[in-house]
């Protein structure tokens, strides 16, 4: 299993970003996905997640309103798109999969992407 995140870089503050996250080796349509992330010194903290079948489940608090979660079944890919990006938003974004239901806690996770960088100049 492998998932792939990309479309991470440097960004001004109030810019947008989209990343994305591309499995294989699984059976995409049966995962329920999530977005988390994690900067220097602090916990990994779970952003946003959707079912298996597209629907948008929690939000975190620090993005509600400008980070949107989706994805494509058919392409095996799920996506972040970010807005209104703030300095504060700079961390390692990871993608996960999760078998069956969706979840806030990052532990309940099946597999994870290795991670992309993602800065937010102020």
């Known amino acids: 299993v492998q998932l792939q995140a990309s479309g991470g870089g440097l960004v001004q503050a109030g810019g947008s970003l989209r990343l994305s996250c591309a499995a294989s080796?699984?059976?995409?349509?049966?995962?329920?996905m999530g977005w988390f992330r994690q900067a220097p010194g602090k916990e990994r903290e779970f952003l946003r997640a959707?079912?298996?079948?597209?629907?948008?489940?929690e939000t975190a608090d620090s993005v509600k309103g400008r980070f949107t979660i989706s994805r494509d079944n058919a392409k095996n890919t799920a996506y972040l798109q970010m807005n209104s990006l703030k300095p504060e938003d700079t961390a390692v974004y990871y993608c996960?999969?999760?078998?069956?239901?969706?979840?806030?806690?990052?532990?309940?996770?099946?597999?994870w992407g290795q991670g992309t960088q993602v800065t937010v100049s102020s």
């Open positions: 996960a999969a999760k078998r069956s239901g969706y979840s806030s806690n990052w532990a309940l996770y099946d597999y």
């Open positions: 959707i079912t298996r079948s597209g629907g948008v489940t």
């Open positions: 080796g699984l059976t995409f349509s049966l995962y329920a």
